[in-house]
């Protein structure tokens, strides 16, 4: 178990590295910052002075290792944006994606799994179908798409929520948290919602298909020809081998979640790190853009330990077997 | 007991409030962020105009962009080399601290440090000499006609405070640290920072103390500037009330915005253009061999009266542009009629001096366009190139975001190219040194990267840099216009119009510049 996870951090470091390296390389190809910072009165001395100053003369390869060096220290530098460190500025907005990210991650699994069984168990009903066929926009439409049609429908014409922003935040250390607030609450409902469809569809279809798989199987067929109730059935021996596919898609999803709350961040301007980066690439922010990338690396490599070690947690099979089995 | 009771009187209070007190909060939004507070570190729009809600300059602008005396009361001009600024007495910073020469010094000092992205503001200046407390002396290179419109901009800072806080000089970003004044401001305007949390929320309040707070014209006590990047949602926050007015509305939305909140139509300061490059003996980007065709000016006028401003300005800008023939927009020190009068569009006229010029097959080019930076910037080249195809020249379009355009076209690595340029002196000047003049040192050409080049417009330039009398000046700026434009230097395309809008119980002044005064706004 110990050397799995340290082979799993390895190999986390390596893909963090790969990632950092791909990264700078695609930043040489995106654009020069020193226009920008200069605005229309720059002269060809201002230029160069500022393009020294930033270290952007170098060679890729000496960039490179001053960023290795400096990151692995915890300092990406100082946004050329806004002049702010960018650990600071990416902890700052770290609350504001997380909470929504896991706002949404809850809706998905709160209304999906229910919502899968339901339409598992009353296969045929008219219920079922429309839930079914409901499910499908969740797929079908782009995040921004639902996103705007619902600031549209309850901000514009309703007037019930809030369009854009966080809302009134209370700082209890570093973390700021929009959840002990009514308008923390009002401004998450929608972004939320957003974020949440695509999950929730595939988390319903999933529950669908793998209770539908499950209920053939034979020891559901003996648990019934037992006489245990219906209840115990579905929900203590059904649902509990359903769950094994689903935690793995959600925790990796999650990863999704978290990096590409993006689209969703821009339409609601919700000040996470997703519109950080989006506001980054358009002002060839480097060290904001490097920074995020392995931020996000890093996280989907977390998420991706956890969930195999949550697999192992619940499935007895794989316990046993661990020194064989190993990773995937 | 006693919490009861305060809690019992606060709660009263609170309640009685909105009548003794009235409170008008402006809520506005525009795209991006207020990059930084701190006054001379960002040369950008929106970065100057909210900045000088908290910071004045010694001279402003009035609604028709004449100066009048802000945190200076009158000046003179001594001699040809200096300008004298006789300063406003009993002004305060906010912090408390008096305004005064040591503080206008400092201020020209820090503007023109290495790592200042203001140095364009003081362009010229050679030394401040502090006379009295509340006298200096602006001393400068040479003659310089344009010295005052230079200074609307310049805010100015406290020496006492920003030596104590350690922020002589603008954010330099080699050290990589963030300086207190790009959070923290101390000015003596209008408004004073409440709070800043960035990318998500400004708020500033009224300066009781303010020394003009008798003359405001404007009732708004509280400013909250939200930046709302996605267009949908900026609009929707408009319709929904959740913010008073954008700056900058997007486009297909405005038809809608007209019915349910008021939109102010005005033009910009910017010119929109294309410039040609004239310089290379084989263009980098095109497929005649051995020869410039862009040096022959007959191709020129011919790639000009191909174009028909009017069909863009009826179908790409839905009616929202100034088709012109001059460089500068009608506020700019220079304008005439005669000037912004363009040659007709003729694609029969074109054709003909294409063959002519020798091209009777036309030719091949590629046209370099920014695709998120001037107004329907894309759309526009787009129309340019079927309009150009059909007197026979076949341009490849090459749009691109700002980032990549702006160092590709610096770099001079283009054929032709889109640009727009701003006055913010408000003098052609500005547009004839960058545009026009034969590239050389510091400003001049700088921004003519097509290398246009006419000695006799050079001369004319440099005349105008330092000629006093107003009249002859004039004169001079008339001429190098029309010669340039004779030349077919540059091919002028149209002024952007750039509409605000706002509930409608909003009344604010339009402002060629894109810069919003608050303390001229008034809320019904």
């Known amino acids: ?56 003369d170098q060679p890729f390869v000496i960039q490179f290792y001053h960023f290795i060096v400096n990151a692995v220290q915890g300092d990406f530098g100082i946004s050329l944006r806004q002049g702010q460190k960018v650990s600071t500025m990416l902890l700052d907005r770290m609350p504001a994606t997380l909470e ?82 009514v308008s923390g ?74 990096a590409f709350a993006i689209v969703t961040e821009t339409v609601f301007q919700w000040p996470g790190m997703g519109l950080l980066f989006i506001q980054a690439v358009q002002f060839v922010d480097i060290p904001v853009m490097a920074a995020y990338l392995c931020l996000i690396a890093l996280i989907f490599v977390m998420i991706n330990l956890v969930v195999d070690l949550l697999y192992f947690a619940i499935d007895p099979r794989l316990r046993a077997g661990i020194g064989k089995v190993g990773g995937h | 007991m006693r919490r009861f009771l305060t809690t019992a009187f606060v709660a009263a209070t609170v309640a ?95 503007a023109a440090a290495p790592s200042s992205n203001f140095k364009s503001y003081v362009n010229g200046v050679k030394e401040v000499k502090i006379i009295d407390p509340l006298t ?49 401001t101390n000015g003596t305007g209008p408004y004073k920072l409440k709070s800043r949390e960035v990318d998500v929320r400004t708020v500033y309040v009224e300066n009781q103390d303010w020394w003009n707070k008798a003359n ?55 010119t929109i253009f294309l410039g040609m490059d004239q310089e290379r003996p084989e263009l980098l980007y095109s497929n005649v061999k ?60 074109a054709k003909a001096l294409l063959i002519e010029a020798g091209y009777p097959d036309g030719f091949e080019i590629t046209l370099d366009c920014p695709n998120n930076r001037y107004i329907n910037d894309e759309a526009i080249c787009q129309a340019i190139v079927a309009m150009w195809a059909r007197a026979g020249i ?23 190219y889109m640009l727009g340029w701003g006055v913010p002196t408000f003098d052609a000047l500005y547009s004839l040194q960058a545009l026009v003049r034969t590239k050389a040192q510091g400003a001049d050409g700088s921004w003519n990267l097509g290398s246009y080049s006419n000695p006799k417009v050079d001369a004319l330039i440099d005349q105008i840099k330092t000629e006093t009398d107003q009249a002859k000046r004039n004169k001079m700026i008339e001429q190098a216009l029309a010669i340039h434009a004779d030349d077919v230097g540059h091919i002028p395309l149209h002024d952007q119009i750039i509409p605000w809008a706002m509930k409608k119980n909003v009344n604010a002044l339009h402002r060629a510049d894109n810069r919003l005064v608050v303390d001229w706004v008034r809320i019904d």
């Open chain 2, 136 to 184: 200096v002396d602006v001393i400068t290179n040479g003659p310089n006609p344009v010295l005052l419109r230079q200074l609307p901009v310049l805010g100015m800072m406290s020496k006492s405070w920003s030596e104590k806080n350690k922020v002589t000089a603008p954010q330099n970003f080699k050290d990589g640290e963030e300086t207190f004044a790009a959070r923290n």
């Open chain 1, 185 to 258: 609450w009002k401004h998450l409902v929608l972004p939320a919602i957003t974020l949440s469809l695509f999950q929730l569809t595939l988390v319903l279809r999933l529950v669908r298909s793998e209770m539908l798989e499950v209920l053939r199987a034979d020891y559901i067929k003996f648990a019934r020809a037992r006489g245990l109730t219906k209840r115990a059935i579905h929900f203590g021996h059904a649902l509990k081998n359903t769950l094994v596919p689903v935690i793995t898609i959600t925790g990796l999803q999650l990863g999704g979640i978290i």
């Open chain 1, 100 to 181: 929504l990210s896991l706002a949404a991650a809850v809706i998905a699994l709160v209304v999906g799994i229910p919502l899968g069984v339901f339409t598992a168990l009353r296969r045929e009903g008219w219920a079922a179908n429309a839930v079914l066929a409901f499910s499908l926009l969740g797929v079908s439409l782009p995040t921004f798409l639902i996103g705007i049609l619902l600031i549209l429908v309850f901000s514009v014409h309703l007037g019930w929520l809030p369009s854009f922003g966080r809302g009134e935040v209370v700082k209890i250390g570093w973390w700021s948290t929009g959840l002990l607030t």
């Open chain 2, 394 to 416: 076949n341009a490849r379009l090459n749009a691109m975001p700002r980032a990549t355009f702006f160092p590709k076209i610096q770099k001079r690595d283009t054929s032709v």
């Open chain 1, 1 to 56: 178990m110990f050397a799995f996870i340290i082979r799993r951090l390895l190999q986390a470091a390596g893909v963090m590295l790969v990632v950092g390296l791909i990264a700078f390389s695609l930043f040489q190809y995106v654009g020069d910052p020193v226009s920008i910072m200069l605005g229309q009165d720059i002269t060809d001395e201002d230029r160069l002075r500022l393009t020294r100053d930033l270290g952007l």
């Open chain 2, 16 to 110: 009685l409030s909105p009548a003794l007190v009235s409170a008008k909060t402006f809520k506005w939004a525009s795209q991006g962020d207020i990059l930084t507070l701190d006054p001379h570190s960002q040369n950008e729009g929106l970065n100057i105009a909210a900045n000088l809600y908290v910071y004045e300059p010694l001279i402003s602008y009035d609604e028709n962009f004449k100066l009048v005396p802000n945190l200076a009361l009158s000046w003179e001009q001594v001699d040809p080399l200096t300008m004298r600024f006789k300063l406003r007495p009993n002004v305060k910073f906010h912090d408390g601290a008096p305004f005064t020469a040591e503080d206008v010094k400092f201020t020209f000092e820090r």
């Open chain 2, 290 to 349: 051995g020869k410039n065709p862009l040096q022959d000016k007959r191709v020129r006028q011919a790639m000009y009266q191909a174009i028909d401003i009017e069909a863009i300005k009826k179908a790409v800008m839905r009616g929202g542009s100034i088709p012109t023939g001059a460089m500068i927009s009608p506020q700019v020190n220079g304008y005439t009629d005669q000037l912004g009068q363009r040659m007709a569009h003729d694609p029969a006229k």
């Open chain 2, 216 to 270: 405001k014209k404007g009732n708004v006590t509280e400013i909250i500037y939200t930046p709302i990047k996605q267009n949908a949602t900026r609009t929707a926050a408009l319709l929904s009330g959740e913010v008073d007015f954008v700056l900058d509305p997007p486009a297909q939305d405005l038809n809608r915005l007209r019915q349910q909140a008021t939109i102010l139509d005005g033009n910009e300061y910017r």
